[in-house]
């Protein structure tokens, strides 16, 4: 494999991360968004997963956002009577934001994100030590 295909590799996992750590950073910005009307439906969690796909000009794999999509799990109910967003039983729908597996998943996307970096900057060490062995 070419060294230039390996930062080009690296870079569309940096690229997929990046896009992670923007779901994420919407997840934890509307934890606590809820809905504006009596019994309406707050902020969903947004998901995100990735796809495997074939770069023909590289000849190789790389990452791609393959969906955003909403997460189906139940908003989080409370009791408050008084509260202008309660439904008619006094309870209000909280977002099924959960704020500690949105900080693993970022710190998750981090070091993903540091490990193509890694790559890339070893790639380049390489080509610049190739380049100095061919000059002589």
Known sequence: MDMTNAIFIAASGMRAQSERLRVVAENLANANSISNTPGGTPYQRKT?????????????????????????????????P?????????????????????????????RSYEANLSVIEVT??????TLEILRG
């Open 124 to 129: 380049k060490g390489l080509v610049a030590h």
């Open 82 to 110: 008084g509260h202008p967003a309660a439904d008619n039983n006094g309870y209000v729908a909280y977002p099924n934001v959960q704020s500690l597996i949105e900080m693993a998943d970022m710190r998750e996307a981090q």
């Open 48 to 80: 995100i997963s990735f796809r495997s796909e074939l770069d023909r000009n590289l000849g190789a794999d790389i990452v791609k956002v393959a969906q955003i999509g909403r997460d189906p799990s139940p908003s989080r109910l409370r009791f408050e």
